[in-house]
């Protein structure tokens, strides 16, 4: 039985400003807005639940990447991106969140360089958990084209309007930017089911 509590950092609604050299602020500022977002500085918590809930549960369970224990306690949807750095270390500690009785279901959020193509070369492999390892980790899929939901994921994440990769969903509704700890993200979900 764990005896520590983790807790997620409370991150504000708004990012806060960030001082950078007056003469060069326009790219500077780009620049530091971009590596925030690649490191995970722009992990957020909303509650707003039904309307998320509702639309991310209109998935078909098919067509989810599933990693983690069957006899999980919690299961988290996790929109993923091949080429993002915060969702290969979330990928990279998949042993820790099933350790903790999560379970991963990833759906597809292309949006940095190539990934829709990679992606839906993942969808269309035979063994798309497989695949989807070998593309975090930079390595090119050959699998034929096929029927395959990468665009409706798409289309439902920017419907929802998420802002970032990865964006988790919980069984409650909230939703997350970013990669939390798998104790911390544990907590949060023990919390919301109390």
Same mark, same amino acid.
């Given at each position: 039985?764990?005896?520590?509590?983790?807790? !997620?950092? @409370?991150? @504000?609604?708004? @990012?806060?400003?960030?001082?950078?050299?007056?003469?060069?602020?326009?790219? #500077?500022?780009?620049?530091? /807005?971009?590596?925030?977002?690649?490191?995970? !500085?722009?992990?957020?918590?909303?509650?707003?639940?039904?309307?998320?809930?509702?639309?991310?549960?209109?998935?078909? @369970?098919?067509?989810?990447?599933?990693?983690?224990?069957?006899?999980? =306690?919690?299961?988290?949807?996790?929109?993923?991106?091949?080429?993002?750095?915060?969702?290969?270390? /979330?990928?990279?500690?998949?042993?820790?969140?099933?350790? #903790?009785?999560?379970?991963?279901?990833?759906?597809?959020?292309?949006?940095?360089?190539?990934?829709? +193509?990679?992606? =839906?070369?993942? #969808?269309?492999?035979?063994?798309?958990?497989?695949?989807?390892?070998?593309?975090?980790?930079? =390595? =090119?899929?050959?699998?034929?084209?096929?029927?395959?939901?990468?665009? +409706?994921?798409?289309?439902?994440?920017?419907? /929802?309007?998420?802002?970032?990769?990865?964006? /988790?969903?919980?069984?409650?509704?909230?939703?997350?930017?970013?990669?939390?700890?798998?104790?911390?993200?544990?907590?949060?979900?023990? +919390?919301?089911?109390?």
């Amino acid at each position: 039985m764990r005896t520590e509590k983790h807790s !997620l950092k @409370p991150y @504000p609604a708004r @990012p806060r400003a960030l001082r950078v050299p007056t003469v060069q602020r326009g790219p #500077w500022l780009l620049l530091a /807005l971009l590596a925030a977002a690649l490191i995970g !500085l722009s992990m957020h918590s909303t509650s707003t639940a039904s309307p998320v809930l509702d639309r991310v549960q209109s998935i078909d @369970p098919d067509e989810f990447i599933v990693f983690g224990p069957e006899d999980y =306690e919690f299961a988290v949807v996790v929109f993923t991106d091949v080429n993002c750095p915060n969702c290969r270390a /979330l990928h990279a500690a998949l042993e820790d969140y099933s350790s #903790w009785g999560i379970q991963i279901r990833y759906a597809a959020f292309p949006v940095i360089g190539d990934a829709q +193509e990679r992606m =839906e070369a993942v #969808w269309c492999s035979d063994d798309r958990q497989a695949a989807l390892t070998a593309a975090k980790r930079g =390595e =090119e899929i050959a699998a034929p084209a096929c029927a395959n939901p990468v665009s +409706e994921h798409l289309a439902i994440a920017t419907e /929802l309007r998420f802002r970032g990769t990865p964006t /988790l969903v919980t069984p409650q509704g909230r939703v997350l930017t970013g990669a939390p700890e798998p104790a911390a993200l544990l907590d949060l979900l023990e +919390e919301d089911a109390a």
